[in-house]
């Protein structure tokens, strides 16, 4: 089965664009496994919230001008 683990700051993509990065990675894999692995492929979007990572020695929190538009 396979299994992608995609990690991105809370906010920062829509609903559709996570439905968008589930079907695009799962038809990824299709090319590479077959059909076959289709109803078996699991896609999952964590997202962390701001100060729960570090970049560059500093916490990270999103900027404003990359987050979702509200109620996306």
């Given at each position: ?6 990690k ?10 996570k439905e968008e ?8 894999l299709?090319?590479?496994m ?7 492929t699991?896609?999952l ?16 929190v ?7 538009p509200?109620?996306?």
């Amino acid at each position: 089965m396979p299994f992608v683990n995609i990690k991105t700051p809370e906010g920062a993509l829509t609903k559709a664009q996570k439905e968008e990065i589930v079907h695009r990675t799962t038809d990824m894999l299709v090319e590479y496994m077959s059909e076959a692995a289709r109803p078996h492929t699991m896609v999952l979007i964590e997202e962390v919230q701001d100060g729960g990572y570090g970049r560059a020695d500093a916490i990270f929190v999103i900027p404003e001008a990359y987050r979702a538009p509200a109620g996306a």
